[in-house]
């Protein structure tokens, strides 16, 4: 589950004469034609946020096949992520930010066997593996008011950032081997969001598309061993990328 509480700012516009008021149509620029949809306004223009997203989650398998390769499958596994973020609303329902997260992955496999084909098989047992994360970015996020209230709206980011990742493998003790990836990515992440009062709302979102560039080094006892470069462009739906969140207004 993920949580995260935003603090929010500057309810009146920028001309601090005229009432803001949530749920109010938002006109097209040619007034003379009808819109499919009517977009109101969530995100009133002036509007400052800042917020934490906090992610915990454990996850484990026994006895699973994996795609008829991997039997007697069992893994045990935690990840923690904090996501600070701050966001400054230019335009009407048209928001930009910035975020750093960090990010702590720790497992064990304590059994598997793959079998290939039948033509070879290779049973391990009691790996450790341990990830940890940072990364910053900015990101552009578009909301649609589906309701005359403010109360119900869609949105989407556009995430641009990058990240350093130290990823280790090893069984019995801690060695010194390890690898890092540096990476460039830009992210779409469409969610939802309502307001069940006037000064909270809650949202959900998912990571669906991602496109990265980046420069993976592995390390023997500090010094470099390997290298390699990769580009990735993918679009899937990942629990992993699931975010829920809680918004307070001020």
């Known amino acids: 589950m993920c949580l995260a509480a935003v603090c929010s700012f500057g309810q009146t516009n920028s001309s601090g004469d005229d009432k803001i008021v949530l749920g109010r149509e938002i006109m097209p620029k040619d007034s003379t034609r009808t819109p499919r949809f009517r977009n109101h306004l969530i995100a009133p223009?002036?509007?400052?946020?800042?917020?934490?997203?906090?992610?915990?989650?454990?996850?484990?398998?026994?006895?699973?096949?994996?795609?008829?390769?991997?039997?007697?499958?069992?893994?045990?596994?935690?990840?923690?992520?904090?996501?600070?973020?701050?966001?400054?609303?230019?335009?009407?329902n048209h928001a930009v930010g910035a975020r750093f997260q960090y990010t702590n992955v720790n497992g064990v496999i304590d059994a598997a066997t793959a079998d290939l084909l039948g033509n070879f098989s290779m049973a391990v047992e009691n790996i450790n593996a341990s990830s940890r994360s940072m990364s910053a970015a900015v990101f552009q996020r578009t909301y649609v008011g589906l309701d005359k209230y403010g109360r119900v709206g869609l949105f989407w980011d556009y995430v641009l950032g990058v990240s350093r990742t130290?990823?280790?493998?090893?069984?019995?003790?801690?060695?010194?081997?390890?690898s890092l990836n540096e990476k460039v990515s830009l992210g779409f992440a469409p969610g939802i969001v309502y307001f069940p009062m006037n000064n909270v709302s809650?949202?959900?979102?998912?990571?669906?598309?991602?496109?990265?560039?980046?420069?993976?080094?592995a390390y023997e006892s500090g010094d470099?061993?390997?290298?390699?470069k990769n580009f990735k462009a993918q679009a899937s739906l990942n629990i992993l990328n699931l975010n829920f969140g809680l918004t307070i207004h001020l």
Request: hydrophobic letters at 40%; aromatic letters at 12%; glycine letters at 10%.
């Open 166 to 178: 130290r990823t280790q493998f090893y069984m019995g003790e801690q060695s010194n081997s390890y």
């Open 45 to 92: 223009k002036g509007e400052w946020q800042c917020g934490l997203s906090v992610m915990y989650a454990d996850f484990s398998s026994s006895d699973a096949d994996y795609m008829l390769m991997l039997q007697g499958l069992g893994a045990n596994a935690s990840m923690l992520r904090l996501a600070p973020e701050a966001a400054y609303t230019f335009k009407d």
């Open 224 to 228: 470099v061993v390997g290298s390699r």
């Open 202 to 217: 809650v949202q959900a979102s998912i990571g669906l598309a991602n496109v990265s560039y980046g420069n993976v080094k």
